[in-house]
């Protein structure tokens, strides 16, 4: 399986910024689309941002102009920047990363990481 490594939580103050950075390791073939989620206490996941294969960003209206996301493909990495964050930017955040891994043959995958806490102090 793809295993994902998110690092780069923690507390911040309001206005302040974060980057959070998100591995992909395991038998991997290519990587599509990666991105983040997150999802705050008593609220369903929402997506924050996503990147293509090819570099097509999107981003929800709510981080849109404060959340850039960026990806490494040498490296298998992606970066989400959060500047100007939000009390309502507090959350856990996901990394998620789609491709092709090779389990013999070459199978698509989706996988998740553990989550990250971004913690946004009022």
């Known amino acids: 399986q793809v295993q994902l490594a998110e690092s780069g939580g923690g507390l911040v103050q309001a206005g302040g910024s974060l980057r959070l950075s998100c591995t992909a390791s395991?038998?991997?073939?290519?990587?599509?689309?990666m991105g983040w989620y997150r999802r705050a206490p008593g609220k369903q996941r929402e997506l924050v941002a996503l990147?293509?294969?090819?570099?097509?960003?999107n981003y929800p209206s709510s981080v849109k102009g404060r959340f850039t996301i960026s990806r490494n493909n040498t490296k298998n990495t992606i970066d989400l920047h959060m500047n100007s964050l939000k009390p309502e930017d507090a959350a856990v955040y996901y990394c998620?990363?789609?491709?092709?891994?090779?389990?013999?043959?070459?199978?698509?995958?989706?996988?998740w990481g553990q989550g990250t806490q971004v913690t946004v102090s009022s």
């Open positions: 998620y990363a789609s491709g092709f891994e090779r389990r013999l043959g070459v199978h698509s995958f989706t996988s």
């Open positions: 395991g038998s991997i073939v290519s990587l599509g689309a």
């Open positions: 990147i293509g294969s090819g570099g097509s960003t």
